[in-house]
């Protein structure tokens, strides 16, 4: 039996409140007096509702709209967040004296929604304890790193009929889930004045018709989403489709369903401004609860207070930094200035010796090379100055390469000494053993290039080239050149003793060098054209360089982390190079022999 929408809203109060007033039912429906009057006519003359109640044929005819389950997405690192989401999943802050993912299962559970339940992915066991506390289901997300949450769909796809989609983080503050839903929706709210959301278009019956990315006095998508079995059924086929497509990757969700949203039947569900709230930074949900910081159990600003002597009220303008290889950086400014402060990556204090970085960073500090630099820990966290309006180094302008290499050369001849070495294939072979780990090495190729490596290498010790201090992380990223155009070489994480064309091996590979702008580049080195001898050396060490690197890549890659384009610039200077400094040792020692 079918119904319409004015009979549903109406039994469905009337099903939930036996005995209801009308007047009650209106204020719930937001329909006229008339609407309801007319809806509870044609209900009791089919026989759905009698003496104020539902009856059976009325529960049967709400049971296609009942909702079957909610699906909470929480598996994303939420990066715009850190530093906090560094420590733990901004589903488990505690905003308001409650823990966001908790409130949200509670307000489920208080709407009859029972089956629950939860993608995980980034700091996945942070969650596990749901599972006790409330009864739900953990799903685990392995591709949340490399995917967006599409792939999160992708995992529950088998359990979507009539759903609701819910992010962890989000704050309702009215419970907005109930047990009956007419159809699929999405959640809005009206935005006064310009706004960079997405915006929405609505057609009959408030049937979403286009969505646009920004928008002036607009309603825009917030919040959580509902799938009805009908949007379910025809969503599903259509990430199937495109599920593999390499585009698809950084998909969200709502891409794929606005790639069909003329066959996709989703209408604009629309909120009071302040129901719904999703926290986009540490300021907007300091403005939302004032006393969040001072409540929050954080180790990073607990770090932060007793490094600065601040307290944490006067930490602000926290904001993520543009992410390295290997750490995740954030912006943050007290009284006395702006600062950084790094976290250390997962993984790193395998590769990392901290005592040697914070030995490099002070001998670094002496020559005027970084006097960002103010504290670091053995763990690997450390703060910094933040240089303001900086910008990083252009390899391909002759003067900044310049610059670089006077730097270079003034570190290898400072004679400073730091307890740690450093050997690019030493490295290689480290990270190769941990490569192994994770099973056989089947890259075509692989085995050809490591003993290329191991070659080179061979002949590159036999030079009998200066061992001193080096950085080893030595390209265009780790330079900054203020206003007052001063030059700064900061991230001294790989710094050891080293032959010192590590640094020039280091710079070619990433700064992506030509071979012309690197022979330039040794020019400037050394102040000189260099001999032939110094040509294949420093070039040992970018073939060298690309080797480690290209190693760690495939590591980083199996550990489930996206390196993207790096792996095949790596790949590449090693293929390159092994291949041409071995001709060069060759023919000279078959032309000497």
């Known amino acids: ?56 044929g009325g529960i049967a005819a709400l049971a296609p709209y009942k909702v079957d389950n909610a699906v909470i997405l929480a598996a994303g690192l939420s990066s715009r967040f850190a530093p906090i989401s560094y420590e733990k999943p901004k589903g488990l802050l505690k905003v308001r004296g409650e823990v966001l993912i908790e409130r949200q299962i509670e307000q489920l559970l208080a709407a009859g929604i029972t089956d629950i339940t939860v993608v995980v992915g980034y700091k996945k066991e942070y969650f596990f304890y749901l599972e006790d506390k409330f009864g739900v289901s953990i799903v685990v997300n392995p591709d949340y790193a490399s995917r967006n ?28 889930f109930e047990p009956y839903v ?33 928008g002036t006095d607009a309603w825009y998508m917030i919040g959580h989403v509902y799938f009805d079995r009908a949007f379910s059924a025809a969503y599903v086929p259509l990430l199937d489709a495109v599920y593999d497509n390499p585009a698809t990757v950084d998909k969200l969700w709502e891409h794929i369903y606005l790639d069909h949203i003329k066959d996709l039947d989703m209408m604009a569900r629309r909120y009071p401004a302040g129901t719904i709230f999703e926290f986009d930074s540490l300021d907007e949900v300091r403005a939302f609860d004032p006393l969040f910081l001072e409540n929050l159990d954080s180790e990073v600003f607990d770090n932060i207070v007793a490094t600065l002597g601040c307290t944490k009220g006067e930490i602000h303008d926290v904001y993520p930094l ?18 950084v402060y790094r976290h250390p990556g997962i993984g790193t ?62 570190i290898h001849e400072s004679g400073a000494t730091v307890d740690n070495t450093f050997d690019f294939y030493t490295e290689s072979l480290h990270y190769e053993q941990l490569l192994r780990e994770k099973g056989p090495i089947d890259v075509p190729g692989y085995r ?22 080096t950085h080893n992380d ?46 330039r580049a040794l020019e400037h080195y050394f102040d000189r054209k260099p001999t032939f001898e ?44 092994l291949g041409k400094v071995l001709r060069w040792y060759d023919e000279s020692f078959y032309t000497e022999g």
Not at 185 to 211: K, L, N, S
Not at 322 to 339: M, R
């Open 474 to 519: 030595f390209f265009y990223l780790n330079f900054l050149i203020d206003g007052d155009d001063h030059l700064y070489l900061i991230d001294w994480e790989y710094a050891g003793l080293a032959d010192y064309a590590s640094d020039f091996g280091t710079y070619v590979v990433c700064c992506e060098c030509s071979e012309q702008e690197a022979l």
């Open 149 to 176: 949450n599409s792939s999160s769909i992708k995992r529950v796809e088998d359990r979507l009929g009539n759903t609701y989609i819910c992010s962890s983080d989000d704050y309702f503050t009215e419970n907005p």
């Open 1 to 56: 039996m079918s119904i319409s929408r004015n009979e549903f809203l109406t039994l469905k109060e009337i099903a939930l409140h036996p005995g209801r007033a009308q007047r009650k039912i209106v204020e719930a429906t937001e329909l006229s007096l008339g609407s309801v009057n007319s809806a509870m006519k044609s209900l009791t003359a089919q026989g759905l509702i009698a003496e104020g109640g539902p009856t059976e």
């Open 322 to 339: 543009k992410q390295g290889l290997t750490n995740l950086s954030c912006h943050f400014a007290t009284a006395d200035g702006e600062y």
């Open 349 to 410: 204090e395998a590769m990392i010796d901290r005592t040697s970085e914070t030995a490099a960073q002070k001998i670094a500090h002496g020559l005027g090379i970084d006097d960002t630099f103010i504290h670091e820990d053995e763990r690997g966290w450390k703060i910094s100055r933040f240089i303001g309006g900086a910008r990083n180094l252009d390899p391909r302008n002759d003067a900044e390469a310049a610059r670089a290499m006077a730097i270079a050369r003034m």
């Open 534 to 577: 110094e040509v294949r050396h420093n070039f040992a060490y970018v073939a060298l360089a690309g080797w480690c690197w290209y190693v760690w890549s495939l590591v980083k890659e199996a550990e489930g982390d996206f390196v993207g384009e790096w792996l095949y610039i790596y790949y590449n200077y090693a293929k390159k190079y």
């Open 448 to 469: 050809e290039m490591a003993e290329a490596a191991r070659r080179v290498k061979e002949y590159a010790d036999g030079d009998g080239a200066p061992i001193c201090l």
């Open 182 to 214: 007419w159809k699929a929706y999405y959640a809005v709210e009206y935005a006064e004045g310009p706004t960079a959301e997405w915006c929405v278009t609505t057609g009959a019956h408030d049937r979403i018709t286009a969505v646009t990315i920004g």
